[in-house]
């Protein structure tokens, strides 16, 4: 088995391969056919491919606005979500901003088996307006970027392959839920993700999108500030993965440059050697919301 730093730690939305979309349909270009990498921890599970490709299915067919049917999980995933929380609990205690810990105290999400994006998005809705809505994978980074400024959220519902817990190369449900849907139980963090979104709406060129993009990538996936002169994530890459919240001391730490950030190139196969790291909470939301509200 190739071990994570042979291979993608994270893609996520702003950094995806380009996908293929039927235009043809209103909602393709949320959607893509399920198609692993043979190097996927799940490429040689056929029964892990046909549950990816019946949760892809409820993506598929999903109407927005409408309930998310749940997914079938099995006792093996949710053992995949107790092994994460396992170790994320400790790990959020050392690693977290109070802001975080508030938000998982508030949404009081199960630690013994997977909620569903439903019930989820049910208690995020109530708290910030934001609701999430199935996607069958990696989207387009405007579409992802722009459905934020309608608060929706575009989110995987499969669960990582249980060979590898801790790890995942895409976005999965437990990096949708416990970094972004718990972070958006933030109304400050739901506000700077709206921003996000209304900021790309404005943006035409594909240059200044991709600036938006790295933007995103290292605040709201990747961003860290200080806490007691302790150095605390607030991103969601960072706060879904124990072993990212311990990789992010030994990265260079640089201010909270917004212009910077916007030129800094990322490496999506690798633990994050630069990061950008505000002196407070109020100091990155202050310095964000108006960057992104004056941004043209
Ligand atoms: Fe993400």
Not at 66 to 83: N, S
Not at 147 to 163: K, N
Not at 169 to 190: C, K, N, Q, W, Y
Request: net charge negative.
């Amino acid at each position: 088995m190739t071990t994570p730093t042979d291979q993608a730690l994270l893609l996520d939305h702003v950094d995806m391969r380009i996908v293929a979309a039927d235009i043809t349909d209103a909602t393709a270009d949320r959607n893509t056919i399920v198609q692993l990498d043979p190097d996927h921890p799940g490429f040689r599970d056929p029964e892990y491919r046909a549950r990816r490709n019946r949760i892809a299915q409820i993506a598929l067919e999903y109407k927005p606005g409408a309930l998310i049917p749940d997914a079938p999980y099995t006792e093996e995933e949710h053992e995949v979500w107790r092994t994460i929380w396992e170790a994320l609990t400790f790990a959020h205690q050392q690693h977290a901003c109070r802001e975080y810990l508030e938000c998982v105290k508030r949404l009081e999400l199960p630690h013994d088996r997977i909620p569903q994006l439903r019930e989820v998005s049910e208690k995020v809705e109530t708290i910030s307006g934001f609701r999430l809505e199935p996607v069958a994978g990696l989207v387009e980074p405007r579409v992802f970027l722009e459905s934020l400024a309608e608060g929706v959220f575009l989110s995987t519902q499969y669960i990582r392959h249980h060979s590898t817990p801790l790890y995942t190369p895409e976005p999965d449900v437990a990096h949708e839920i416990i970094g972004h849907a718990v972070t958006l139980a933030s109304p400050r963090l739901a506000e700077l993700n709206r921003l996000v979104g209304r900021a790309v709406k404005r943006t035409i060129s594909a240059g200044a999108l991709e600036r938006l993009a790295r933007l995103y990538w290292f605040t709201i996936e990747f961003g860290v500030l200080r806490e007691d002169d302790k150095l605390k994530a607030y991103g969601t890459g960072l706060l879904s993965s124990a072993g990212e919240l311990e990789a992010m001391h030994n990265a260079e730490l640089r201010p909270l440059d917004l212009e910077a950030a916007s030129r800094q190139d990322f490496n999506p196969t690798d633990f994050q050697p630069v990061l950008f790291c505000a002196n407070s909470f109020d100091e990155m939301y202050e310095t964000l919301k108006h960057y992104l509200l004056r941004w043209e």
